[in-house]
């Protein structure tokens, strides 16, 4: 078979190879499942052996896939693959398979793979293939057929408890939304380097009755799969509205409007009226819109940026401040300051805090800076936790920070009292 190799794709060669064929069996009967493919271009004909001839079964074309009973386990083709003309293919090999299902929802995970051991019992037990089990030199064939399969199934009995621990998250936040279980903690933002607070960041907390409070990493993912996430968001808008204004009365007269920033999952960007019920919210609030910060991050811009800049406009306009979270991690930043009506970059922790020991992050965080600059928009450094870091970032000209170094997230009340304490020092 001619082959030519045309992207490697940043993956092993063995991994993942696009393959030009012309007039070529890509396998016969006679091969070892041991990959399936998708067809980018052309045509590949299936067909089996019957009573000496080749009988022809069907003509797949772009964008379908065949031999894909490798995914499943090993064995034997039972079919042919010719490529009937130019055709260009790809070859997903099974671990590439499944490495993407455990990558999934646990749930969808889980149910895939009941799915393959179901196929795997019936293959064993239909009629079909007793002739392959009766050539195993072993006394339990069942068995040993099963031995031979590949290790997907392995941790399936991890997959059920993680599957059944996402479900019952589900349905333990649902009643925790019922029940006002969640609640904002607020970390102050302060300017650099006089440290006058700015506002806050609302940062969302999870006070369960009888396993305390629950970091956001174990319910915000299960959240955004099962779209609870929604209800979430705007709970913490509604209520961030409310505190603002609370906030600004506590401050009392002062030269400067304080701001409230939410974060918003990048979910919300595939509904078409997600920001008119934003603009509900802030209208029912009474809420001065300039006081309100939304951040998003990149990967809220990726999935549709299309939707993503006629929603992120529409927030624009009503006088909504909108900034990037964890700024520099991602990989298109650049074209996103350029396309997007973006008001405040942040910078990512991860930089802050090596800016003393690694010169690549102390030279991101002056490359972020020059950008904004250039863009004329503002910048948040996070993860200020020494008094050393906040010197260098205030020198490369960042306008604000926030982190341990000036407080964690506090509970409104505490907030409040730091509010009081920050004025009647800083002003």
Same mark, same amino acid.
């Given at each position: 078979?001619?082959?030519?190799?045309?992207?490697?794709?940043?993956?092993?060669?063995?991994?993942?190879?696009?393959?030009?064929?012309?007039? !070529?069996?890509?396998?016969?009967?006679?091969?070892?499942?041991?990959?399936?493919?998708?067809?980018?271009?052309?045509?590949?004909?299936?067909?089996?052996? *019957?009573?000496?001839?080749?009988?022809?079964?069907?003509?797949?074309?772009?964008?379908?896939?065949?031999?894909?009973? !490798?995914?499943?386990?090993?064995?034997?083709?039972?079919?042919?693959?010719?490529?009937?003309?130019?055709?260009?293919?790809?070859?997903?090999?099974?671990?590439?398979?499944?490495?993407?299902?455990?990558?999934?929802?646990?749930?969808?995970?889980?149910?895939?793979?009941?799915?393959?051991?179901?196929?795997?019992?019936?293959?064993?037990?239909?009629?079909?293939?007793?002739?392959?089990?009766?050539? #195993?030199?072993?006394?339990?064939?069942?068995?040993?057929?099963?031995?031979?399969?590949?290790?997907? #199934?392995?941790?399936?009995?991890?997959?059920?408890?993680?599957?059944?621990?996402?479900? *019952?998250?589900?349905?333990?936040?649902?009643?925790?939304?019922?029940?006002?279980?969640?609640?904002?903690?607020?970390?102050?933002?302060?300017?650099?380097?006089?440290?006058?607070?700015?506002?806050?960041?609302?940062?969302?907390?999870?006070?369960?009755?009888?396993?305390?409070?629950?970091?956001?990493?174990?319910?915000?993912?299960?959240?955004? *799969?099962?779209?609870?996430?929604?209800?979430?968001?705007?709970?913490?808008?509604?209520? !961030?509205?409310?505190?603002?204004?609370?906030?600004?009365?506590?401050?009392?007269?002062?030269?400067?409007?304080?701001?409230?920033?939410?974060?918003?999952?990048?979910?919300?960007?595939?509904?078409?009226?997600?920001?008119?019920?934003?603009?509900?919210?802030?209208?029912?609030?009474?809420?001065?819109?300039?006081?309100?910060?939304?951040?998003?991050?990149?990967?809220?811009?990726?999935?549709?940026?299309?939707?993503?800049?006629?929603?992120?406009?529409?927030?624009?306009?009503?006088?909504?401040?909108?900034?990037?979270?964890?700024?520099?991690?991602?990989?298109?930043?650049?074209?996103?300051?350029?396309?997007?009506?973006?008001?405040?970059?942040?910078?990512? *922790?991860?930089?802050?805090?090596?800016?003393?020991?690694?010169?690549?992050?102390?030279?991101?965080?002056?490359?972020?800076?020059?950008?904004?600059?250039?863009?004329?928009?503002?910048?948040? !450094?996070?993860?200020?936790?020494?008094?050393?870091?906040?010197?260098?970032?205030?020198?490369?000209?960042?306008?604000?920070?926030?982190?341990?170094?000036?407080?964690?997230?506090?509970?409104?009340?505490?907030?409040?009292?730091?509010?009081?304490?920050?004025?009647?020092?800083?002003?």
């Amino acid at each position: 078979m001619n082959t030519i190799v045309k992207s490697a794709q940043k993956m092993n060669l063995q991994q993942m190879r696009s393959l030009y064929l012309k007039d !070529a069996v890509v396998f016969s009967e006679k091969d070892n499942r041991d990959c399936a493919y998708i067809i980018e271009k052309g045509e590949v004909e299936i067909s089996v052996k *019957r009573d000496g001839r080749k009988v022809p079964l069907v003509r797949l074309g772009e964008g379908e896939v065949f031999g894909e009973t !490798a995914l499943l386990g090993p064995g034997a083709r039972t079919a042919t693959a010719i490529a009937t003309e130019d055709c260009e293919v790809f070859r997903i090999f099974p671990h590439i398979f499944q490495n993407r299902i455990m990558q999934l929802d646990p749930l969808v995970g889980l149910l895939m793979s009941l799915l393959v051991n179901r196929y795997r019992q019936w293959s064993i037990t239909s009629p079909d293939s007793v002739s392959e089990v009766d050539i #195993l030199p072993c006394e339990n064939k069942d068995i040993k057929l099963l031995d031979r399969a590949d290790d997907f #199934l392995l941790g399936l009995r991890l997959q059920k408890e993680t599957a059944l621990k996402e479900l *019952r998250m589900a349905q333990e936040i649902t009643h925790a939304i019922e029940k006002k279980q969640f609640a904002p903690h607020l970390q102050p933002i302060v300017s650099l380097p006089d440290r006058k607070l700015l506002g806050f960041e609302a940062l969302i907390r999870w006070n369960h009755p009888e396993k305390g409070m629950i970091p956001p990493m174990e319910f915000i993912p299960v959240a955004e *799969r099962t779209d609870v996430v929604w209800h979430l968001d705007m709970l913490m808008l509604r209520r !961030a509205c409310q505190v603002v204004q609370e906030l600004q009365e506590v401050a009392g007269n002062i030269d400067r409007k304080l701001f409230l920033s939410v974060n918003l999952s990048g979910i919300h960007f595939d509904s078409k009226d997600f920001s008119s019920q934003i603009a509900s919210i802030i209208e029912e609030s009474s809420v001065d819109p300039a006081q309100i910060v939304l951040e998003i991050t990149e990967s809220a811009l990726m999935g549709n940026p299309k939707q993503a800049e006629v929603v992120l406009k529409d927030l624009r306009k009503q006088g909504l401040t909108i900034a990037l979270d964890d700024f520099g991690t991602g990989y298109s930043s650049l074209g996103y300051l350029h396309r997007f009506p973006i008001d405040i970059l942040k910078i990512d *922790r991860s930089f802050v805090q090596d800016i003393h020991s690694n010169s690549k992050s102390l030279n991101v965080v002056r490359a972020i800076v020059s950008l904004a600059k250039t863009f004329d928009l503002s910048i948040v !450094a996070e993860g200020i936790e020494s008094a050393n870091e906040a010197i260098s970032i205030a020198g490369l000209g960042c306008d604000a920070g926030q982190g341990y170094l000036f407080s964690k997230p506090l509970p409104v009340e505490k907030a409040m009292e730091f509010l009081i304490s920050s004025i009647a020092k800083n002003g």
